[in-house]
């Protein structure tokens, strides 16, 4: 195997072996689940996120695209990235998918709100660390949220719209997710572990993964939530690298 494609498998296994955590105590998913999550206790936990999604599409995103070292670094990204900020317009971005499960969930998304989740300092702090992050950093950073979809979103979709009546269509940020990311974190895994060449390189991708995953929604969303998990980015990768035809003498 190539240095870079035992890079990518020391990558999927670092991210698999995060769903294997246990969850801390209370862990609202968990509970959620369950069935057994208040609707203002989700209202709070899901709207307490906007600040920090919102800061994904307005920092994270458009940072990966300006410092893209090359027109087809630029491209491949694209192609993960223009989803979010909505093809067609805005009816299709992701973070109107957000508001809309936001408000079925009762949660108030007025502007005025919307205006206040980016000022909270947790928010700040984050822009903050966003903006300090190398082109590589921020790679790392984009592939861990392309691998919660995967991975917690299909459980999480069937038990919102279990525990709170909502319908598939308020669901939809998640069931997307589900589907969606595992594509794109495949693309993601690909670019990281071709531009990560040095030691050095590849230590900070994995310190920037750790990093990330004890942070906010990331460590919540990224232990053993459920034993139904069973997407897995290493069988994944396994399989395709011994499965391929062998050639007849
Ligand atoms: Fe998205």
């Not at 589900?178 to 495949?186: C, G, L, S």
């Not at 993601?188 to 900070?204: N, P």
């Not at 004890?214 to 499965?243: E, H, M, N, V, W």
């Amino acid at each position: 195997m190539d240095d870079s494609k035992s890079f990518e498998l020391a990558l999927r296994k670092q991210i698999d072996a995060k769903y294997l955590r246990p969850p801390a105590a209370g862990n609202p998913f968990v509970r959620l689940v369950a069935g057994e999550l208040p609707r203002a206790d989700c209202q709070e936990v899901y709207g307490g996120m906007l600040g920090s999604l919102l800061t994904f599409n307005q920092v994270l995103l458009p940072r990966l695209l300006r410092n893209a070292p090359s027109v087809s670094h630029r491209v491949e990204l694209m192609s993960v990235i223009a989803p979010e900020w909505g093809t067609t317009g805005p009816k299709d971005a992701h973070p109107t998918f957000f508001l809309e499960f936001l408000r079925a969930l009762g949660v108030d998304v007025s502007a005025a709100m919307m205006a206040n989740a980016l000022e909270t300092p947790e928010v700040r702090e984050e822009a903050r660390y966003l903006r300090s992050l190398s082109q590589l950093e921020l790679l790392a950073r984009i592939l861990v949220g392309e691998t919660l979809g995967p991975k917690v979103f299909a459980v999480l979709a069937e038990a919102l719209q279990k525990t709170y009546g909502l319908t598939p269509r308020a669901t939809l940020y998640f069931t997307l997710h589900a589907h969606r990311d595992k594509k794109d974190a495949d693309i993601l895994f690909g670019i990281v572990s071709r531009e990560a060449r040095t030691d050095a390189e590849q230590r900070s991708v994995q310190r920037v993964i750790d990093e990330s995953y004890d942070y906010g929604r990331y460590a919540q969303y990224g232990c053993a939530i459920s034993d139904r998990i069973d997407y897995d980015f290493t069988r994944l990768f396994d399989r395709r690298r011994t499965t391929r035809p062998v050639a007849r003498a």
